[in-house]
T-cell receptor, first 116, second 114 residues
Framework: AQSVTQPDIHITVSEGASLELRCNYS??????LFWYVQSPGQGLQLLLK??????LVQGIKGFEAEFKRSQSSFNLRKPSVHWSDAAEYFC??????????????FGTGTRLLVSP | DVKVTQSSRYLVKRTGEKVFLECVQD?????MFWYRQDPGLGLRLIYF???????EKGDIPEGYSVSREKKERFSLILESASTNQTSMYLC?????????????FGPGTRLTVL
């Protein structure tokens, strides 16, 4: 069965500093990997996704993530954090069930706090 | 712009009440999903639907049912609400096709059961 682990519940980063959020997944086949962001009181918005090709993926808002198959990881990075990046971040792994239907499994989320 | 709307942002109900949460999309997407979101547990799939009148159980369907009579509308029903169903409920949609298609989310309904 698919699973996703986000080991950090909270992370605090100073504004302007770099950021890395960790994500490890378990999936039997080639995974489709996603990072979503949820701002307070909002639904989830897709930041980026990996499904094939270049293992370094660029997303919106200056985020990027690197797929490392050997480490079963898909860590999210940003070189310089802005106060508006304070939000909750979810990693998800997707695939096609035996029934043929798409399904996403989400991690438990990492809450990012940005200090002045 | 994709639009996924949910009928209420906040809802307060009493134990034992029947509760309807509605999700409406304007994208003509085939797949619709209901998740619940709880602190420390992330998002968990309750039910999904891949076509009108078609549904599949997700990971935590107990205590819930769903209805999809029209393609654009997917309802989550709590037959007899209980306090452990207090949660944030999120609706999502995606087009049929590759499993890496993006899921688009609504703003969520925060349900409190007293």
């Amino acid at each position: 069965a698919q699973s996703v682990t986000q080991p950090d519940i909270h992370i605090t980063v100073s504004e302007g500093a770099s950021l890395e959020l960790r994500c490890n997944y378990s999936y039997g086949a080639t995974p489709y990997l996603f990072w979503y962001v949820q701002s307070p009181g909002q639904g989830l918005q897709l930041l980026l996704k990996y499904f094939s090709g270049d293992t370094l993926v660029q997303g919106i808002k200056g985020f990027e993530a690197e797929f490392k198959r050997s480490q079963s990881s898909f860590n999210l990075r940003k070189p310089s954090v802005h106060w508006s990046d304070a939000a909750e971040y979810f990693c998800a792994v997707g695939g096609r069930e035996n029934t043929g239907f798409q399904k996403l499994v989400f991690g438990t989320g990492t809450r990012l706090l940005v200090s002045p | 712009d994709v639009k996924v709307t949910q009928s209420s942002r906040y809802l307060v109900k009493r134990t034992g009440e029947k509760v309807f949460l509605e999700c409406v999309q304007d994208m003509d997407h085939e797949n619709m999903f209901w998740y619940r979101q709880d602190p420390g547990l992330g998002l968990r799939l309750i039910y999904f639907s891949y076509d009108v009148k078609m549904k599949e159980k997700g990971d935590i369907p107990e205590g819930y049912s769903v209805s999809r009579e029209k393609k654009e509308r997917f309802s989550l029903i709590l037959e007899s609400a209980s306090t452990n169903q207090t949660s944030m409920y999120l609706c999502a949609i995606t087009a049929a096709g590759p499993a890496y298609n993006e899921q688009f989310f609504g703003p969520g309904t925060r349900l409190t059961v007293l």
